[in-house]
């Protein structure tokens, strides 16, 4: 039973309805989950006298039976005619227009289905690669950092490349459509500060330091730009670079850096964002359609902004509680995608609208990281088993 139904929903079972008729639901709930072995389901009510005669008794007369049976038939006709205006009723909305382009469909009645494929890749199955050694994906190449050694895989081909790290080093997540790869080097100086590196060219592009009392800017011909940040704490996570911004936090705030790649680069604080240790920042799209995605596990603030020529807030969207997610989506039709460790949720205007469990050769299973490629949309999931599977949740 617990391998095809999970524990919320076993809950939600026996604490709602009568003992036998909750054995029976569950059963034929695990049964239409696949039912993979032999189902048997005890449920026991226990508690004080007091707490039983406060809960639904364990036998009904026969005419309280029926009354339910009619009650519940009542309901199931009133649920069918709320499904059939929904899904099947015509739909102003849906007509053609007068000019002869076709107005938009009720996106928003659209249901979502998941779809989930194992990758066949002998590459990464050798390397005995785990969850927590893959870093981002970009460009249909997957970056991985393990035992300080950095290897791209081109899920496409067997083709892998790869370099040692030293302890001083942080890759940076890029969504740079050529593959170019950034570091983070840590300067060996007294002052908290950072070299960003382009490593196939081996140059610093740009420096930052810890000092002074405002923000501010150094430049000086022939030497790269030093970028002076007042109370930096502590030290420095890159979260997201491409050509035009370079995104950063350390254990306060997050930073940019607009234009970097320019003399007009631009330093500023994002304002609308708070470092916390539950809170994540989720890349989506390249070049004119970039946007990030804040969501923070405790709070469920979740926000939008976006990321051409600089970051900033579009707006704020419904707080979303479902604790820690792997992956956060979103669409302008749509609204949020979210995959957790146990399911994809479809969230509208902060409720669920849809869910769909990760089912894959009839077994309930659990993925420890869902990653999104930055350039072309395309997900890669892996399973706490650390197999490799292509996965999607759309209409």
Known sequence: LSNMIDDETIRNFTMGDYPQEAADALVKLANDHGGTDNITVQVIRLGSLETMEKTKPIR????????????????????????????????????VPLNGSVAPAAIARTRTRLQIAELESSALGAQGLTAADCLFLSGGRLHVVRNRRLSVFRLADPEMRSFEL???????????????????????????????????????????????????????????????????????????????IFVFHDTGHYYQIANWRTADGLLARIGDLAFSPEARLFVQGAGSRTTLLYHDAVSGRTALFSAVGIVQKVRELRAVHLGRLLLMEYDEDRGLLCYTADQCVEMRDGEPASSHRYVWNNLHMRLAKVLLDMVDGRKLAVNDGNRFFAVSCAP
Request: glycine share 8%.
């Open 60 to 95: 009904l007369s026969r005419p309280r039976r029926k009354l339910v049976s009619l009650v519940s038939l009542l309901v199931l006709l009133l649920i069918l005619v709320g499904l059939w205006y929904v899904f099947l009723s015509p739909d102003p909305g849906d007509s």
């Open 166 to 244: 030293s302890a001083q080093e942080q890759v940076i997540p890029s969504a740079s459509r050529g593959g170019e790869i950034y570091l983070l080097r840590r300067e060996p100086t007294e002052s908290l500060g950072y070299q960003l590196v382009r490593h196939d060219l081996d140059r610093t592009m740009l420096r930052v330091r810890a000092g002074g009392e405002l923000n501010s800017k150094e430049s000086q011909p022939g030497s790269v730009p030093l970028y002076k940040i007042a109370g930096l704490r502590e030290r420095i996570v890159p979260d997201f670079i491409n050509e035009d």
